[in-house]
Nanobody, 119 residues
Framework: QVQLVESGGGLVQAGGSLRLSCAAS????????MGWYRQAPGKQRELVAT???????NYADSLKGRFTISRDNAKNTVYLQMDNLKPEDTAVYYC?????????????WGQGTQVTVSS
């Protein structure tokens, strides 16, 4: 089993910055990717960014240049640096981990952390 604990969410003014953290525990040896998704009220959960164990990252096109994902493998932690925040970034942000068990891969989710950007 994998447990994910997020931190760093809060209220910020438009144009400001936040840094989210997510620490993984449990069967972390089987995790091959981590990342962040977000969900606003009435909308589907959408990709923010992911990063593989090898360090390859992928971003939503609209967020490139403002958000940066990184990992600290020694601490089993993934980060999301969010700069130049906009009101449309307001959402619950969920940490994501992909775990491989044999030939099958399973998604794991954190509890979510609220990010609110005021105009």
């Amino acid at each position: 089993q994998v447990q994910l604990v997020e931190s760093g969410g809060g209220l910020v003014q438009a144009g400001g910055s936040l840094r989210l953290s997510c620490a993984a525990s449990g069967r972390i040896f089987s995790i091959n990717a981590m990342g962040w998704y977000r969900q606003a009220p009435g909308k589907q959960r959408e990709l923010v960014a992911t990063i593989t164990s090898a360090g390859s990252s992928n971003y939503a096109d609209s967020l490139k240049g403002r958000f940066t994902i990184s990992r600290d493998n020694a601490k089993n932690t993934v980060y999301l640096q969010m700069d130049n925040l906009k009101p449309e970034d307001t959402a619950v942000y969920y940490c994501y981990a992909r775990r491989r068990q044999g030939i099958v891969e399973y998604p794991h989710w954190g509890q979510g952390t609220q990010v609110t950007v005021s105009s």
